[in-house]
Antibody, heavy 123, light 107 residues
Framework: QVQLQESGPGLVKPSQTLSLTCSVS??????????WSWIRQPAGKGLEWIGR???????EYNPSLKSRVIISQDTSENLLSLKLTSVTAADTAMYYC???????????????WGQGTLVTVSS | DIQMTQSPSSLSASVGDRVTITCRAS??????LHWYQQKPGRAPKLLID???TLQSGVPSRFSGSGLGTDFTLTISSLQPEDVATYYC?????????FGQGTKLEIK
């Protein structure tokens, strides 16, 4: 059973860097079968795709956030990291990590999600 | 960016009703369209991917159809546990984009 668990500070000050990690069990980035994504959702609003990671460090980002975001694999093999710099109140949201889409051109969605972690940007 | 437009934004129906939610992409996304169900306080759950592939464990009253730019999620007989917000997502290109959501309630 694939499981994902996000963690990180729940409160970040404006202009600082938001740093989250996602622990994955039941699958491995090195399998190469999937991309691994970060998605966020402000309270009461819709979903926004932040970006995705593929084994070997291949990343793709939402252009709306590209200048501020880095997704990487942590030193531990199955930890996915999200860093978002220069945060403002507009970055306050629930942050989810999710598996998917499948790699290799096959159409597929995000089939496993973490429970999410709420990040508030406030001084 | 490819825009995903869902309709309606909210919907109230009776138990047993047939419910249809539509999603339109601003460009051809072939079958790179997926549907999610999100209940309050929970992460989204993948219901259908590749436009029409029902995920394991999802009740058969849910179905998806469409190709190209126009897609539909259908619930054949609405049940009380289907109260949720439903999102479509297109993953043909970067960035992946979600529809604005359809909030489904029981009348």
């Amino acid at each position: 059973q694939v499981q994902l668990q996000e963690s990180g500070p729940g409160l970040v000050k404006p202009s600082q860097t938001l740093s989250l990690t996602c622990s994955v069990s039941g699958d491995s980035f090195s399998s190469g079968s999937y991309y691994w994504s970060w998605i966020r959702q402000p309270a009461g609003k819709g979903l926004e795709w932040i970006g995705r990671f593929y084994v070997g460090g291949v990343t793709e980002y939402n252009p709306s956030l590209k200048s501020r975001v880095i997704i990487s694999q942590d030193t531990s093999e199955n930890l996915l990291s999200l860093k978002l710099t220069s945060v403002t109140a507009a970055d306050t949201a629930m942050y989810y990590c999710a598996r998917g889409p499948p790699h290799g051109g096959t159409s597929g969605g995000h089939d496993y999600w973490g429970q999410g972690t709420l990040v508030t940007v406030s001084s | 960016d490819i825009q995903m437009t869902q309709s309606p934004s909210s919907l109230s129906a009776s138990v047993g009703d047939r419910v249809t939610i539509t999603c339109r992409a601003s460009q051809n996304i072939y079958n790179y369209l997926h549907w999610y169900q999100q209940k309050p306080g929970r992460a989204p759950k993948l219901l259908i991917d590749a436009a029409s592939t029902l995920q394991s464990g999802v009740p058969s009253r849910f179905s998806g159809s469409g190709l190209g730019t126009d897609f539909t999620l259908t619930i054949s007989s609405l049940q009380p546990e289907d109260v949720a917000t439903y999102y479509c997502e297109g993953t043909f290109s970067i960035p992946h984009t979600f529809g604005q959501g359809t909030k489904l309630e029981i009348k």
